[in-house]
C-alpha cells in the first residue's frame, strides 16, 4: 500500500511538473507553436492545435511508465547480496487494475479520435469547400521531375519565374489561394514515365498533399503570416515525397506578400511573359 | 556420433565428402545457373543495346543462380536425390563447419538465421553511418550524386526490414528457442527449414548488388510509377525481397505447424511459453501477408520489364501503395510482436515473480496480429480520399488498446517484484522506454491534421526507428544475454553488459529524439542535401549516430567474446522454469533425453509453487504427443 500512495503522488506531482513545463514550451512561441513551427496558414493552425493536445494526452502518460521503470528499478529491486528468493507477493491478477487500464485505454483514444482527429479534419474539410474560399487566386503548380511551376491564369502569368529566372511562389496574405495540383511535365507531354508522384509541402504552412499522375487535386489554403523563403528557410515549397535523384533539389522559394504587393508583382510579371 | 533426423528408416549413407565446401560450390553453381539462363534470356530475347544481359536475362539468371545455389549448398543430396529414391545422407552435428553446410537441427539453423541477420546488421548499419556522415553537411559531401545516396538509403532500409528486423527474432531465436520451448526435438519441417536459410544470403547479396544493374532511388517501398520509369537495380530488389520473404514465409509455416502439432504431453495452450505466442502470431502474419507482397513485388517487377503500365498514368498510380502498405503495416508488427513477448517472458524470471495478467498479455498480441490488416492506410494520408481518413484514423489509434497490454502484463508483474537489474532486464526496461516513444509520436502521426505536416519528414523516420531499434533491437538484445547462457554454456560480464547497455541507451536517444526536431523543423526524407539552417542539428544528430554504431559494435563484441571465452555458468543460471532451462547448455543435437512432461504454469513463482515440469524416468517411451 505504501509504494501504491508513494507511487501516486509522485505520478501526479510528475505529470503536472512535465504539464507545467510542455505548456511553457509550447506557448514559447505564438500560436502555440513552441515544438510545432509550421503555423503561418489556416490549415497549420488546425494542425497545431492537434499537436498542443496531444502532448498535453501524452505526458502523464509518458510520466506513468517512465516512472514505473524507474520505480521498479529503485524500490522493487533485489539487493545483490541477497539470496535469490520469489517475491513476497505474487498477485497474477487484479481485476480493478486491468479493468481501470482498459477502460482508460479506450476512452483516450476515442477521445484523441474525436478530439483532435475528427474535430481537426472537420475544420480542414470546411476550409476545403469552395464556398468557405471567395475569390480566391487561382495558382495552377505543375510538378515535374524535378521542377514546380506555377501558373496564375487569372493574370495571365503562364510561369512565375524570379529575376535569376526561377520558379517562384507569390501568394496574398489572409487571402484564399487555390491550388491546382497536377504532376506531369509539359515540356515531354509525350513522356508519361517521368510522370510520379510528387508531394507539394510548405513547411511553414503546416501541410502537404500528394500530387498524383492523371489526378488533379486541388488544395484551399489562407497563408496568414508575411514570410519568404529568405526570412524563415521553412516558408519554401518542397517536394515530399521521393521522385527520383532529383528529389533533395525539388524546391522553390515563396514569397507571402500584402495584397497591394501582390498586385503589384503580378503586373509586373505579366508583362515580363 | 552423426546421426541424420531422417525418419524414412532408411540406413543413413555416411556423410558424402565434397569435392568443394558447400557454400563454394553454391556459388560456382549459382554463377552456372546465371550464365546459363541469362544467355537462354538473350537468344531468346535479344536487346539491341546490350548483347550479353538484358533486364529479362537478369531476372532468368538470377533464378538460375537461385537454383544453383540451393542446389549447391546441399540440396542436391539432401532434398533431390532423397525424392528420386536414393537414402538421405546424414548432416554434419559438430565443428563450426556444420554451420556453414546444410543443416537439419533447427539449433544449428537457427544459428545460421542469427549469423545472418547480425552480419547484414553490420552492413546496413555502415551504410546508416555513412548516409549519417553524408547528412553533416548540407551539401554534399560523400555521395556526391543524390542517387547514390537514394540508392544507400533503399539498401539500408530492405535488408534491415527483411533480413534483420524480421529475421533475427523470428528465424533466429523462434527457430532455436520455440522447439525447446515446447518441448520437441525437431521441427515439423526440418528439410524445408534447412534449405530456406540459405535464401537469406542470396537476398542480402541480390539486394546489396543491385546497383549494378542502375541505380535506384525509391527507398525500401519501391513506389509507383517512380520504380518503372527508376533504374534497373530495382529488379533486384525485387528478388532480393523476394528470396527474403521466402525465407521468411518457409520459418513460417514451419514454426506455426511446429507449435500446433510438436508440443511435449502437457503443455497446452494456457501454458504455452509467451514466446512461443509471439511467434505464433508472427508466422500466422508472415503466412498471410508475404504472399500479397510477393504478388505485388511480381506486379512491380513485370511491370517494369515488360511494360504492363499498371501503377502508372494508364493505370492506377496508387494501386501499387495500397498493396504495399497492406502488407507493410502488418510488417511492422511481424517486427515488434516477438519483442513484446520477450518482454513477457524475462521479467517474471528476473523479478520473480508470477507474469500478472497472462490471458490478457497473450490477447494482447493476438489482437495486434488480428488489427494490424486494418490500418495500413495510414501512411497515405496525404495521398487518399478525404473519406478514408476518419476510419484509419481510427483503426490506427485503436490497435494502441492491445499494444499497451504488453505494458500491461509487465507493469503489473515488476510492481513488488524483487527485480534483478541484470543486463537483460535492463535492456528490457530500457526498449519499454524506446516503444513507449515510440507510440507516443504514434499518436501524433495517426492524428490527420497533425500528419499533414509531419508525415514524410525526420518526425516519421525518428518514430519507426524508435519503434524498431528501441523496440525490436533492444529486445533481441536482452534476449541474446538472456539466452547466451543456453547457447554456449557461458556468459558475460554483468559490467560490460550493462556498459554497453547503457551506451547504446544513450547514443540511440541522442540520436532519435533529434529526428523528431529535425522533422518539426522542416527536415524531409530521401534528401542527400537540404537548407543549410539545419545543419547544425544534422551536426550533432550524426555525432551521436557513429557514437551508436561504435556501440552496438561493443555489444557484438561483448556477446561474441562471452560466447566463446567468457566464464562458464551452471546450466540454469536465472532459474527460470520454461523448458529451454531443461536440458543441457548448449543443447544436445536432440535437444531432450527424455522429453519433459508439462503439469503447471511456467510463469507462476511464489513459496510451495510445485515444479511445472516432470521429467520421466529415462527408458520410459515418451513419443511426442499432442494434450
Redesign the interface.
Known sequence: MG?LVMFGVLWVVGSLLAEWGATAWIDSAPNGAG????TASN??I??V???DF?VW??VP??VF??L??L???VK???RRS?K???????????KV??GT??LI??LL?LL??LH???S??E???AA?LPANNPKPVVVDVTARQWEWIFSYPQYHITQSLNASGQDTLYMPVNRPVKFVLRS?DPFHSYA??????H?F?I??F?????V????TRILYLTANKLISTESN??A?V????????????M?ANLHVVTGSQFAAWAKAQAAHG | MAQPLTKDGMTPKPRPVAPLPPVLRGFLWAAIGFIVLAAMAAWLDPSPVSPYLTAVGAIAGWFGAVIGWLLGIGGYEHIVKPMMGFPSPAVRTSGWRRYYEYALDHKVIGLQYLGASTGTFFIAGLIAMAMRFQLMNYRPTLFH???DY?NAVGIHGTLMMFTVATVAMVGGLGNYFVPLMIGTRETMFPKASGLSVWLVPLGVLTVAMSPLLGQW???WRG?E??A???GNGLLYYYMGVFALTTSSLIVAINLTATILFKRTKGMTWNRLPLFAWGILTVSLLNIIWLPEIQTTFILGMLDKVMPLNLF???GQ??GYEYLFWLFGHPEVYIVVLPALAIWSEIIPVM????????P?AVLGLVFVMLLSGMVWAHHMF??MR?SE??PF??FT??I??PT?FA??AV??T????????TTPTLLV?MS??NF??GG?TG??L?????N??L???FFVVGHFHYTIIGGMVFSWMAAMYYWLPKFSGRTYSEFWGKFGAIWVFVAFNATFLNFFILG???M??????????LQPENFWTSIAAFFLGAGFAINVIHIVWAWVKGPKVRENPW?AKTLEWRTSSPPPTKNFDTLPVVVGSFY????G?PDPVEMPVAGIDTKDSRV
Open positions: 509504494s515544438p510545432y513551427f509550421g490549415l497549420g488546425v494542425g492545435h492537434a499537436f496531444l494526452v501524452a502518460i509518458f511508465v517512465v514505473m521503470i520505480f521498479a528499478m522493487f529491486r533485489a541477497e535469490v528468493a520469489d517475491a513476497p507477493s505474487q498477485v497474477r491478477n487484479n487494475f486491468v487500464w482498459i485505454s479506450i483514444n484523441i479520435w483532435p482527429n475528427a481537426g479534419l475544420q480542414v474539410f476545403q506531369y508519361h514515365q517521368v510522370d510520379v508522384i508531394g509541402w513547411p511553414a503546416g501541410v502537404k498533399l500528394d498524383i499522375p492523371g489526378e528557410p521553412m519554401r518542397q517536394c515530399s515525397e521521393v521522385c527520383g535523384p532529383g528529389h533533395p533539389y524546391e | 550524386y543524390p542517387q537514394l532511388t525509391t527507398g513506389y510509377p517512380l518503372a520509369s527508376d502508372n498514368v494508364f498510380p496508387l523479478g520473480r515473480k508470477s507474469l500478472f495478467a497472462r490478457i496525404t495521398m478525404y481518413m476518419l484514423s481510427f489509434e485503436m494502441s488498446i499497451g505494458y500491461l507493469i503489473g515488476l510492481w513488488n517484484s524483487r527485480l534483478r537489474l526496461l519499454m522506454f513507449l516513444i507516443l499518436l501524433f495517426a492524428d490527420v491534421p497533425a499533414l505536416q508525415h514524410n519528414t518539426l523543423h522542416g524531409n526524407r530521401w534528401v542527400s542535401a537540404y537548407p543549410k539552417y532459474d507462476t513463482y511464489g513459496d509453487v
